[in-house]
């Protein structure tokens, strides 16, 4: 796994601006180093510090938490974890400095 840390000359896809656009790796690579809340297909949901990520958008996670939908009675459970590496393929959503489910009570549950 390559990881993004800086940009990579004459890759387009590696996120560069194109006429004055923000594209959507080069927002990822903003992120490096910092606080993100990242929404999996599925249940899950983990908020950590971004380390790295490849132009997959697989990501390795540093100081997670895992958050973990309860069906039968709503809330979540909570894991901590030292580090991971997610799948590109399960990432619905990335929220650049997001806090987490918990963080945001006003959000409903996904269905």
């Not at 006429?19 to 908020?47: M, N, Y």
């Not at 997670?64 to 959503?93: A, D, K, R």
Request: charged share 20%.
């Amino acid at each position: 796994l390559g990881l993004a840390g800086g940009e990579r000359e004459g890759d387009m896809a590696a996120g560069k601006q194109l006429g004055g656009q923000l594209l959507p790796l080069e927002l990822i690579d903003r992120c490096v180093g910092s606080k993100i809340w990242i929404i999996l297909k599925g249940d899950k949901e983990f908020v950590g510090t971004l380390r790295g990520f490849d132009d997959y958008v697989n990501m390795v996670l540093e100081d997670v938490t895992e958050y973990e939908l309860i069906v039968e009675g709503g809330g979540y459970s909570t894991t901590q974890l030292e580090q991971i590496l997610l799948n590109g393929n399960n990432v619905c959503v990335l929220v650049p400095g997001g806090e987490g489910p918990v963080a945001n009570p006003a959000a409903p549950p996904p269905a």
